[in-house]
């Protein structure tokens, strides 16, 4: 087993010595992998009881703004010395209320809604479901299996007047399909 995983991550580099074939479903299982240390010294190590992790993106909140500054510094160490990463330069401590950039959300306390790049992606990609569709290189079945995924995606925000507007603009559907 050890040596399939050696061949995949080797068979690509996004530079000398780093990165992963992105995208692949091992991409997945070895980020949680990799960073499985960096979740148990967050939790265990530095008692943080507000923690979440999804691949390489990861968000820590707590009510103490000088612990989670200090938290934040350690944990650019660690990632560091430990695994020989280092964080986005956007990556900072912040409040919640200015909302949380994460997975393609902006999250509030109370409120989740899409970031800005994600409506755009959603948009193009809702054109381009049109356009194939149109021009009969996708069928009815097929357009329905990839607008029910597109939708699924806007589904855990709030942003369904928008999602309406947008679909009814840009997309195959009519008012009544919706």
């Not at 992105?22 to 148990?40: E, H, K, P």
């Not at 990632?79 to 401590?93: A, G, I, K, V």
Request: glycine residues 6%; hydrophobic residues 40%.
């Amino acid at each position: 087993m050890l040596l399939i995983l050696e061949r995949i991550v080797r068979s690509f580099e996004k530079s000398p010595g780093r990165g992963l074939p992105i995208g692949t479903l091992t991409s997945q299982y070895l980020a949680n992998f990799y960073l499985d240390g960096l979740d148990r010294w967050i939790q265990f190590d530095q008692r943080c009881p507000r923690y979440v992790r999804y691949m390489d993106d990861f968000v820590i909140l707590h009510n103490d703004w000088q612990w989670l500054a200090g938290v934040y510094e350690k944990t650019v160490d660690w990632l560091q010395q430990n695994r020989d990463l280092r964080l986005r330069e956007t990556c900072r401590p912040d409040s919640v209320q200015e909302g949380i950039l994460f997975l393609g959300y902006r999250v509030f306390p109370g409120t989740v809604l899409l970031a800005r790049k994600s409506r755009r992606r959603f948009v193009s990609r809702l054109k381009s479901l049109e356009l194939l569709y149109r021009s009969g290189m996708i069928d009815p079945h097929s357009l329905q299996q990839r607008m029910d995924a597109l939708l699924s995606f806007t589904s855990h925000a709030q942003c369904r007047q928008w999602r309406r507007r947008m679909v009814l603009k840009f997309g195959c559907l009519s008012e009544d399909d919706i």
